[in-house]
C-alpha cells in the first residue's frame, strides 16, 4: 500500500517561507510523477505543483514563482519551498501520486489516486 507522510506546516506571518516534506514509501519513488495538492475551507481541491520523473515541473498560476517543487530520488522525499506566503496560500497541503511516470499536468493534481494525510499551512495577515 502506497505510504506518503506530510510533514514542515505550520503557522507563519505574511511574507514568512515553509519547506513542506513528503516521505514517500511502498512503491518505486524515482518512476512516478508526484503533486502537491491544497484543500481550502470548503472549496475543491486545487493543484499547486508537480514533477515528472524527468524533472519537469508545472506550477499553479497563483504560486508561480514563489513556490518550488523538488525530489531527492535517493531519499524517497518530495519537497516543496514556499516563500512570500500569503494568507491566501492558508490550506490543507497534501502531497499524492497516480503513480504514473513521465511528465506531469498540474490539471490531474486533483484527480490523483494515492494521498497522504495533509499538513496544515497557515498564513497571517
Known amino acids: 500500500e502506497v505510504q506518503l507522510v506530510e510533514s514542515g506546516g505550520g503557522l507563519v506571518q505574511a511574507g514568512g517561507s515553509l519547506r513542506l516534506s513528503c516521505i514517500a514509501s511502498r512503491f518505486t519513488f524515482s518512476n512516478v510523477r508526484m503533486y502537491w495538492v491544497r484543500h481550502f475551507p470548503e472549496k475543491e481541491r486545487e493543484g499547486v505543483a508537480c514533477i515528472g520523473t524527468d524533472g519537469s515541473t508545472n506550477y499553479a498560476d497563483s504560486v508561480k514563482g514563489r513556490f518550488t517543487i523538488s525530489r531527492d530520488n535517493t531519499k524517497n522525499i518530495l519537497y516543496l519551498e514556499m516563500n512570500n506566503l500569503l494568507p491566501e496560500d492558508t490550506a490543507m497541503y497534501y502531497c499524492?501520486?497516480?503513480?504514473?511516470?513521465?511528465?506531469?499536468?498540474?490539471?490531474?493534481?486533483?484527480?490523483?489516486?494515492?494521498w497522504g494525510q495533509g499538513t496544515q499551512v497557515t498564513v497571517s495577515s
Open positions: 499524492a501520486t497516480d503513480l504514473w511516470g513521465g511528465a506531469c499536468s498540474i490539471n490531474r493534481a486533483a484527480r490523483a489516486d494515492y
